[in-house]
């Protein structure tokens, strides 16, 4: 009987033991792959954001280069026309900056 209880205490010792190496391999193994998979996901997002970021100050340079456009053509003035009506006057000059508009914008 005693011998009986000795291979089930050695077996089960070595089934421990070994269970434990497996298991601390194999977290090994799978924590180095995360680690390396997160890696290259934080590059991956490292660089989308300087691109974001080269790509927001080329618009804000743009937008404000359109802005400036923009108050140069409102504030062109319109030639001066003799011996038309006032509301005439008003609807050529609103046509004359909505053109100017439309070929700096376009």
Do not use: C
């Amino acid at each position: 009987m005693a011998y009986f209880l000795f291979q089930t205490v050695l077996i089960s010792t070595i089934a421990i033991v070994a269970g434990s190496g497996l298991g601390w391999w194999l977290h090994r193994y799978y924590s180095r792959e995360q680690t390396e998979t997160s890696d290259r996901d934080l590059e991956m997002v490292k660089s989308y954001l300087a691109e974001s970021i080269k790509e927001n100050a080329r618009l804000k340079l743009q937008l404000k280069q359109t802005e400036e456009k923009v108050e140069v053509l409102v504030n062109e003035e319109v030639p001066q026309v003799q011996g038309v009506d006032f509301e005439a006057y008003q609807a050529f000059e609103n046509t004359v900056k909505e053109a100017n508009l439309r070929k700096y914008l376009n």
